[in-house]
Nanobody, 116 residues
Framework: QVQLVESGGGLVQPGGSLRLSCAAS????????MDWYRQALGLERELVAG???????NYADSVKGRFTISRDDAKNTVYLQMNSLKPEDTAVYYC??????????WGQGTQVTVSS
């Protein structure tokens, strides 16, 4: 089992920055990939960014050049640095982990609101 706890969400003005954190605990060695998803009101959950254990990253086109995903293995934590935020980035952001055996784990979500 893997437990994920997100933090760092909040209210920010357009053009501002936030850094989300996702702390993992439990069977850390079983994790292959960690991702950030988001779900805006009335829309489906979408992948924002992902990072593998080997450090390979991928991003949604809508956030490329603005968001950066990174990991600190010593702290079992994944980060999402979000710059140049736009109102359309407003959503609940979820941390997700996938194990080598394709089990999926989700955090509880953290709200990000971009508004003036």
């Amino acid at each position: 089992q893997v437990q994920l706890v997100e933090s760092g969400g909040g209210l920010v003005q357009p053009g501002g920055s936030l850094r989300l954190s996702c702390a993992a605990s439990g069977s850390i060695v079983s994790i292959h990939t960690m991702d950030w998803y988001r779900q805006a009101l009335g829309l489906e959950r979408e992948l924002v960014a992902g990072i593998t254990r080997g450090g390979n990253t991928n991003y949604a086109d809508s956030v490329k050049g603005r968001f950066t995903i990174s990991r600190d293995d010593a702290k079992n934590t994944v980060y999402l640095q979000m710059n140049s935020l736009k109102p359309e980035d407003t959503a609940v952001y979820y941390c997700h982990a996938r194990s080598w055996s394709n089990l999926n784990y989700w955090g509880q979500g953290t709200q990000v609101t971009v508004s003036s």
